[in-house]
């Protein structure tokens, strides 16, 4: 069955650090991975998705996320954060038609 | 292009009482998802549609939710009677699934229910 694991559930880093927020999944064959932000009182907005091809995805905001078939991680990164980027942060994989949602990051920055 | 539109934005109510929500897809998906996210968890899917047609609602509590999409397009969610425990934001999605695979879900900004 698919499933995808954050097991970081909060993180803090200084404004300007780098971040790294993990993400495992579990799917039989290539899976479609996805990073989403939720920021306080907003919905689900994409970060960054991968479908296949290159292992490196660029997205929004400055984030990328690299996949990584033989740990079965889609690891998000941002080289800088900004006080901004405070919010929580999804992994989600897809098989057919369903979503399955890993149970979030929450990112603190400080000043 | 327009998102996803859902009202209301908040809602409080008592328990036992009644309550509805309403989700506008982006124009031309023919999938709507609704989702249950409890404080500190990741989005529950509580329902899939489409079409009008229900895909998945193996994780809806029957006996007191029940959701419809009429002619395909606007969607309402009603819990009646409630309880505390659905305070929770509501989350709407739409994609444009079964239209090429992979696909991508677009999120509302949710309706986030207190029920006392």
């Known amino acids: ?74 690891n998000l990164r941002k080289p800088s954060v900004h006080w901004s980027d405070a919010a929580e942060y999804f992994c989600a994989t897809s098989g057919t038609y369903k979503y399955i949602f890993g149970t979030g990051t929450r990112l603190k920055v400080l000043a | 292009e327009a998102g996803v539109a859902q009202s209301p934005r908040y809602k409080i109510i008592e328990k036992r009482q009644s309550v509805a929500f309403w989700c506008n897809p982006i124009s031309g998906h023919a999938t709507l998802y609704w989702y249950q996210q409890i404080l500190g968890q990741g989005p529950k899917l509580l329902i899939q549609f489409q079409n009008n047609g229900v895909v998945d609602d193996s994780q809806l509590p029957k006996d007191r939710f029940s959701a419809e999409r009429l002619k395909g397009v606007d969607s309402t969610l009603k819990i009646q009677p409630a309880k505390l425990e659905d305070s929770a934001v509501y989350l709407c999605a739409s994609s444009s699934f079964p239209s090429g695979l992979p696909y991508e879900q677009y999120f509302g900004p949710g309706t986030r229910l207190t029920v006392t």
């Open chain 1, 1 to 74: 069955a698919q499933s995808v694991t954050q097991p970081d559930i909060h993180i803090t880093v200084s404004e300007g650090a780098s971040l790294e927020l993990r993400c495992n999944y579990s799917y039989g064959a290539t899976p479609y991975l996805f990073w989403y932000v939720q920021s306080p009182g907003q919905g689900l907005q994409l970060l960054l998705k991968y479908f296949s091809g290159d292992t490196l995805v660029q997205g929004i905001k400055g984030f990328e996320a690299e996949f990584k078939r033989s740990q079965s991680s889609f």
